[in-house]
Antibody, heavy 128, light 107 residues
Framework: QVQLQESGPGLVKPSQTLSLTCTVSGGSISSGGYYWSWIRQHPGKGLEWIGYIYYSGSTYYNPSLKSRVTISVDTSKNQFSLKLSSVTAADTAVYYC????????????????????WGQGTLVTVSS | DIQMTQSPSSLSASVGDRVTITCRASQSISSYLNWYQQKPGKAPKLLIYAASSLQSGVPSRFSGSGSGTDFTLTISSLQPEDFATYYCQQSYSTPRAFGQGTKLEIK
């Protein structure tokens, strides 16, 4: 079955750029029918959706983070990545990658989407 | 943006109890609502999608209902492994939004 694994530095300095990669195994990121998403969870808090990318490169970002977020995809490596610029302590969180299922028929896409599976998550701390 | 509000924020219950968690959307989302379970130090796990469809492999004691703005997750008979935090999530629109979570604790 498909598995996702986050990787990247666990410590980032304030004002720098946070960079994470999600490696997909057990399936192709180019298979279609899925958005590849980033979600974060501040310590002891709830879940915040950051954005997603389709294998074609189309993206959608949470407006609350849009000015600082870039999500990209490398289909040759079966990976997608997150960059978050100008980080502060408020960006300290566990970052998850996840696959969002969706389906389209005759060009009309259902809104019955869900996140499954998720990566195990990686804690990124912003500190000098 | 759609806001998701869960109640209660925390809940104490005993093994064997029937438990209901509520999720309310700030506007109608039809049945575009999912439920996840998260255990400490682990990623969330999909339980219910499309408001009432049970994800493969999830025990049948879990069920979901509702449409429009009000939804419920019910656990018919709590098992020790069910003590966790539960989140609802809407897929009606972007940005995707989660509820703040309901922590289910052992009484």
């Amino acid at each position: 079955q498909v598995q996702l694994q986050e990787s990247g530095p666990g410590l980032v300095k304030p004002s720098q750029t946070l960079s994470l990669t999600c490696t997909v195994s057990g399936g192709s990121i180019s298979s279609g029918g899925y958005y590849w998403s980033w979600i974060r969870q501040h310590p002891g808090k709830g879940l915040e959706w950051i954005g997603y990318i389709y294998y074609s490169g189309s993206t959608y970002y949470n407006p609350s983070l849009k000015s600082r977020v870039t999500i990209s995809v490398d289909t040759s490596k079966n990976q997608f990545s997150l960059k978050l610029s100008s980080v502060t302590a408020a960006d300290t969180a566990v970052y998850y990658c996840a696959r969002e299922y969706f389906s389209c028929t005759n060009g009309v896409c259902s809104l019955y989407n869900w996140f499954d599976p998720w990566g195990q998550g990686t804690l990124v701390t912003v500190s000098s | 943006d759609i806001q998701m509000t869960q109640s209660p924020s925390s809940l104490s219950a005993s093994v064997g109890d029937r438990v209901t968690i509520t999720c309310r959307a700030s506007q109608s989302i039809s049945s575009y609502l999912n439920w996840y379970q998260q255990k400490p130090g682990k990623a969330p796990k999909l339980l219910i999608y499309a408001a009432s469809s049970l994800q493969s492999g999830v025990p049948s004691r879990f069920s979901g209902s509702g449409s429009g703005t009000d939804f419920t997750l019910t656990i018919s008979s709590l098992q020790p492994e069910d003590f966790a935090t539960y989140y609802c999530q809407q897929s009606y629109s972007t940005p995707r939004a989660f509820g703040q979570g309901t922590k289910l604790e052992i009484k």
